[in-house]
């Protein structure tokens, strides 16, 4: 091996030297026998021109022209026929290593097929798999739903049974204590009419009194008014002395009657008022009762109110969790499908190749499930 790199070597520094034009034939044939020279040590690649290997140098031709006559020695014929040898060889070796190569992507592609069909088939199974497990986590958290719903409507309803009872309660007690008040009122009222009717019958009694008094004045008056009008025409002079202590019997007659009449017009006045005040007490008890109860009704639907209100929270509350927990299963059914979507993709395209996936790992991960979500999944690295 030795021996050939030095006579490559000097063939080449040979080729590289300026030679006259006469020289040059002479120059190339001696080359190429020492390039046959080396040709049992070397394999096919060295048989190459000079000038493969030296881009600096012109092309050399084993076939020089003019031909020199020479005879080949015996090694160089056997060397050639080597060569040949070696040559059929190569073809033989390149036809077989194209013919294995062609079977082995052949099986290659099989291969894939398989391994994608597979893979399609693996992925359609999990998902599958997965749509089942969200179902049934889905029913899952509605039969949930509707246990809780039925648990609230239950205690709704003994809350609402409770409530009743307490207000029953309480509207019987305020129906008692009502009962006595309106008794109370009544009595007081009954007391305070007796009061003003003893008040009414000693006032009518003492202007009866004087209504008598001034009866019996007046009728006294008038006969003592007769007599002296007898005794006047009798006796004019006798009546004018009889009747000069009376000349204002006539005026004090008018301002009696007058007074009188003031009296009976205050009577009157008081049989109003006390009429009147009957009939204020009566509505007030009439308004008082019927303020009691508009009280009452109003306590009853405030509370209402505020018990509605409460639920209503409570309901809102409960909706706005709800429709959170929906838009958070909703992106996660969205993210799901997408990573299915660019599963697919990606073995429809080829992507994932078996260096990607092997057989021992799944392209889909189970994640951590939280509390009361369905199960999640990771995608594949990009």
Excluded at 147 to 170: C, F, G, P, Q, R
């Amino acid at each position: 091996m030795f021996l050939c790199r030095i006579l490559y070597f000097s063939s080449v520094c040979l080729s590289s030297l300026p030679l006259e034009p006469s020289l040059l034939p002479v120059h190339h044939n001696f080359c190429t026998l020492l390039l046959l020279c080396c040709i049992p040590p070397l394999s096919a690649f060295h048989l190459l021109p000079f000038s493969y290997f030296n881009p600096f140098t012109p092309p050399l031709c084993v076939s020089l022209t003019p031909p020199l006559h020479y005879s080949c020695p015996e090694p160089l014929a056997s060397s050639v026929a080597r060569w040949e040898c070696l040559q059929r060889d190569k073809d033989d070796l390149e036809r077989s290593f194209q013919k294995e190569l062609q079977g082995l992507r052949a099986k290659q592609r099989a291969e894939l097929g398989a391994l994608e069909e597979g893979l399609k088939a693996r992925h359609a199974a999990e998902s599958e798999r997965l749509r089942a497990e969200q179902r049934a986590d889905l029913e899952v958290l509605h039969m949930q739903q509707r246990e809780k719903v039925e648990e609230m409507s239950i205690n709704h309803e003994a809350a609402l049974l409770e409530v009743e009872n307490a207000h029953m309660v309480a509207l019987a007690t305020l129906q008692e204590e009502h009962t006595r008040t309106v008794k109370d009122l009544k009595e007081a009222h009954e007391e305070q009419r007796r009061v003003l009717e003893q008040d009414f019958e000693k006032l009518r009694l003492s202007l009866q009194d004087q209504v008598d008094t001034l009866t019996f004045q007046n009728h006294s008056l008038r006969d003592r008014a007769k007599r002296f009008e007898e005794a006047l025409r009798r006796s004019t002079d006798e009546q004018i002395d009889a009747l000069a202590p009376y000349q204002h019997i006539e005026e004090d007659l008018k301002s009696l009657k007058e007074v009188l009449e003031m009296k009976n017009q205050q009577i009157h006045k008081q049989e109003l008022k006390i009429s009147e005040l009957e009939k204020m007490a009566q509505k007030n008890v009439v308004l008082e009762e019927r303020l009691q109860v508009l009280q009452q009704q109003n306590e009853d639907l405030k509370a209402r109110i505020d018990r509605n209100l409460a639920m209503s929270r409570q309901l809102s509350e409960e909706n706005a969790n709800l429709q959170v927990y929906v838009e958070k299963e909703t992106n996660e059914k969205k993210r799901l499908s997408r990573t299915n979507e660019e599963l697919l993709w990606r073995l429809q395209t080829g992507e994932l190749s078996p260096r990607m996936l092997s057989p021992s790992s799944s392209p889909v991960h189970r994640a951590s499930p939280g509390p009361g979500s369905p199960a999640r999944f990771q995608p594949l690295p990009r």
